[in-house]
């Protein structure tokens, strides 16, 4: 019982595993993917902003 409780201990205190190389390509591509939609949005914000904005306003207790 006493060694169970110190393996415990031991583990917490363990650094955590490094990222494996399919966690951090898939993290690349999610990145990728945000970075593109976020210029997208740039891009229709710079064409038509007041009209995008309009859009968002609430009419009527909406």
Known sequence: MRQEKNRRHTRSE???P????????RR??????AEALL?????VLEENA??????YIQKGGE
């Open 39 to 43: 210029d997208e949005i740039d891009d």
């Open 14 to 16: 363990e650094e955590p």
């Open 50 to 55: 007041a009209e995008f904005v309009r859009s």
């Open 28 to 33: 690349d591509k999610l990145d990728d993917a």
């Open 18 to 25: 490094e990222p494996t190389r399919l966690g951090a390509d």
